[in-house]
């Protein structure tokens, strides 16, 4: 499995833009990155996915460098409703066992007003 | 229904005895994930079934802790003889199986199950 490290938190205030890396040195050939929000006392939520370069939707914008080390998350002009547990998995999008959900620590944001 | 339905919400139950822990996946998703969560914690993975057969049980924690999907659709996850330390929110997630298409990692979470065994 794929292992993945990102920052244990992380603090910031309203309207700023918020990037959370991660770090995926194994990542494989076949896997696809992706990235969930969790807010307390309810289950996971999917953002974003991506497999290289850049991925933007109307929530956020992944980035991902060529050699598919690491990614970053990027929130723009956070609110305090972005406040919440985000987590970085790697897996194999042909694969729906739990290479390709399991879940590490996560980071855990904290916006202030 | 439109989502991943758990049930029950909330469930209160004394050391030693025996929980069922209730999943509705979304219609048509035949991958079925179970995980479990203590407070403040990350999210320990139990269990994956696709369609009605479980590929990977590693995660369950002991032989108290049982699972078994019927008709590639509901999921039960058993634990017997509750202990105080299978207090957690017990979390199902669905998505879509192998071939279904290429974002097929994008799971959907039920609420879950708040267990507290006392």
């Known amino acids: 499995l794929a292992k993945t490290t990102q920052p244990i938190s992380m603090d910031s205030y309203e309207g700023q833009e918020v990037n959370i890396t991660c770090s995926h040195n194994?990542?494989?050939?076949?896997?696809?990155i992706t990235w969930y929000q969790q807010f307390p006392s309810q289950g996971p939520r999917f953002i974003i996915q991506?497999?290289?370069t850049k991925v933007t939707n109307e929530v956020a914008s992944l980035f991902i460098p060529a050699d598919r080390k690491s990614s970053t998350l990027s929130l723009p002009r956070v609110s305090l409703s972005d406040t919440a547990v985000y987590y970085c998995?790697?897996?194999?999008?042909?694969?729906?066992?739990?290479?390709?959900?399991?879940f590490g620590s996560g980071t855990r944001l904290q916006v202030q007003p | 229904g439109a989502g991943v339905s758990q049930s029950p919400s909330n469930k209160v139950t004394e050391k030693g005895k025996d929980v069922e822990l209730r999943c509705d996946p979304i219609?048509?998703?035949?991958?079925l994930y179970w995980y479990r969560q203590s407070l403040g914690q990350g999210l320990e993975f139990l269990i994956y079934?696709?369609?009605?057969?479980?590929?990977?049980k590693s995660g369950l924690p002991s032989d108290r802790f049982s699972a078994e999907r019927t008709g590639g659709s509901v999921s039960t996850l058993t634990i017997q003889r509750t202990q105080q330390e299978d207090s957690a929110v017990y979390l199902c997630?669905?998505?879509?199986?192998?071939?279904?298409?290429?974002?097929?990692?994008?799971?959907?979470f039920g609420q879950g199950t708040r267990l507290t065994v006392v």
């Open positions: 997630a669905s998505s879509l199986g192998k071939g279904q298409g290429l974002h097929n990692t994008e799971a959907f």
């Open positions: 194994n990542i494989a050939t076949n896997d696809y």
């Open positions: 991506g497999y290289k």
């Open positions: 998995l790697v897996g194999d999008s042909g694969d729906t066992g739990r290479r390709a959900l399991t």
């Open positions: 219609s048509g998703h035949t991958a």
């Open positions: 079934f696709q369609g009605n057969s479980a590929p990977d």
